[in-house]
């Protein structure tokens, strides 16, 4: 479904990403973790061309994101992507926000966007909340608003960056919940996290990076149950996380 390749990165001078290869097959969900400034974030971006690259090449669901080929605004359309700060507009309703997109970008009719949207906040748990304007509700309840609105376009992948952090810990579980369903269900997600529980889990591979690099890339099981054959740097940085 996402093939990396050789991507390389840089701001200015300096090496954001280095020579990146991974893949990640239909139904796989991947976690990417590592030290702050490692570079997940930008990588996870260049997935949906959000930022671009000057080496190597992405494929996502046999499209070159690099190039600015015919393919591409459609395809960004279909790669779901959730960030730390939920980003729902917040002029606009609940409703309005799992519509717009649908109706903008997708060319639905209004009222199969909004069956569509309705549907999918109904699966995260909040259809009650469909009139309210973001600011009425928690953090969680945003990011699971965010969650839905990306549901909604049909997406092939889900991209996730660190959609928890920035929550109060009460509301961790119910955005982890929702994601863990969508897990079972089979969607595709690239996910920036250090929540290992999620990781442990659901994830099939886990990605850890350092400077810019992809310095591990290995199943689940190997990962943390394997603690002696990964890196000098997984390892120290798996000792700090799993202490806490
Ligand atoms: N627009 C930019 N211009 C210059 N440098 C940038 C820019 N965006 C990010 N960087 C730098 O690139 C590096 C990687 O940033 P990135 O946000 O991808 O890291 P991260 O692994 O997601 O970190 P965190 O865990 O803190 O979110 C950092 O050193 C950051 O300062
Ligand atoms: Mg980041």
Not at 122 to 141: F, T
Not at 160 to 172: K, N, Q, W
């Amino acid at each position: 479904m996402i093939a990396i390749n050789n991507v390389s990165k840089w701001f200015g001078d300096f090496r954001v990403l280095a020579d990146c290869t991974t893949r990640i097959d239909k139904g796989e969900v991947v976690v990417v973790c590592g030290p702050s400034g490692s570079g997940k974030s930008t990588l996870i971006k260049t997935v949906n061309a959000l930022e671009p690259f000057q080496q190597g090449e992405i494929i996502v669901d046999g499209v070159s994101v690099g190039g600015l080929g015919r393919g591409l605004p459609k395809l960004r359309a279909r790669v779901g992507m959730v960030f730390q700060h939920f980003e729902l507009f917040p002029h606009l309703t609940v409703t309005e926000n799992l519509t717009l997109a649908q109706v903008r970008v997708l060319g639905r009719g209004k009222a199969e966007a909004l069956a569509k949207g309705l549907r999918y906040l109904e699966r995260v748990g909040l259809a009650v909340q469909k009139d309210k304007y973001p600011a009425q509700l928690s953090g969680g309840q945003q990011q699971r608003v965010a969650i839905a609105r990306a549901l909604a376009m049909d997406p092939i992948v889900m991209l996730f960056d660190e959609p928890t952090s920035a929550l109060d810990p009460e509301m961790v579980g119910e955005v982890l919940d929702v994601m863990v369903g969508l897990a079972n269900d089979g969607m595709t997600m690239m996910c920036v996290t250090h929540e290992m529980g999620f990781a442990r889990k659901v994830s099939h591979r886990v990605i850890f990076m350092d400077e810019g690099r992809i310095v591990e890339d290995c199943g689940k099981d190997a990962f943390f149950g394997d603690i002696d054959a990964r890196s000098p740097r997984a390892r120290e940085f798996l000792s700090k996380i799993l202490n806490h």
